[in-house]
């Protein structure tokens, strides 16, 4: 069982729909993090969070501590949103992300 | 745009040899850290550098090393080249060397032939 799981694997959604992505972990944690990376390889961070919930325009995260599960949100989808979402945690005193193996998100028109 | 940058884009080497990757972290930031991601996976972490030490490594070779200079940029080097080696190889910087914001370059996609 890996450390830090995604699900789903793979999603495909309706332009406007509501999209929800779920990540858990079992390491101790100081943070987790939500990425997003286009084809071609480039990964841009959208959240770090420690607890509570954070929001960034469409783009809403989550998480529980207690539950060791967090969550990324998209409302409104669009075409443009389609990539994979990273969920990875920081554990151990230094920057080193365990990565989850990611959610391919397609939004079609 | 991130503010790092990584070259080379790409990089086609052959087995057992030497290669050097090369990564210009963000103004400000003092920790560089290296990533393996190999084609359809998430990202392994490599290691770790903060002003110019190593202060975390995960579960590769010591053919894999490292380097940190006094302006912060850093290099990956990798030795003894095998063909599963081939991947994406990502560096993120910070601005500390913990419970900071990452920001990724866009990769050195390597080819081991």
């Known amino acids: 069982k890996n450390e830090v799981e995604q699900s789903p694997q793979n999603l495909t959604a309706q332009e406007g729909e509501f999209i929800t992505i779920n990540c858990s972990y079992s390491v101790g944690i100081s943070a987790l993090h939500w990425l997003q990376q286009h084809p071609g390889g480039g990964i841009v961070s959208l959240f770090m969070?420690?607890?509570g919930k954070k929001k960034h325009g469409r783009l809403i995260a989550t998480i529980n501590i207690q539950e060791k599960h967090s969550s990324l949100h998209i409302t409104a989808s669009h075409p443009r949103d389609s990539a994979v979402y990273i969920c990875a945690a920081t554990s151990g005193g230094y920057n080193k992300l365990i990565f989850g193996a990611g959610t391919r998100l397609a939004v079609h028109p | 745009e991130t503010g790092v940058t990584q070259s080379p884009t790409h990089l086609i080497k052959t087995r057992g040899q030497q290669v050097t990757l090369r990564c210009s972290s963000q103004s400000g930031h003092n920790t560089v850290s290296w990533y393996q991601q190999a084609l359809g996976q998430g990202p392994q972490f490599i290691f770790q550098y903060y002003r110019e030490e190593e202060n975390g490594r995960g579960n590769f070779p010591p053919r894999f090393s490292g380097l940190q200079f006094p302006n912060y940029s850093s290099e990956l080097n990798v030795n003894a080249l095998e063909l599963d080696d081939s991947a994406l190889y990502l560096c993120?910087?910070?601005?500390?060397?913990?419970?900071?914001?990452?920001?990724f370059g866009s990769g050195t996609q390597l080819s081991v032939l």
């Open positions: 969070l420690s607890s």
């Open positions: 993120a910087s910070s601005r500390q060397e913990r419970g900071e914001k990452l920001f």
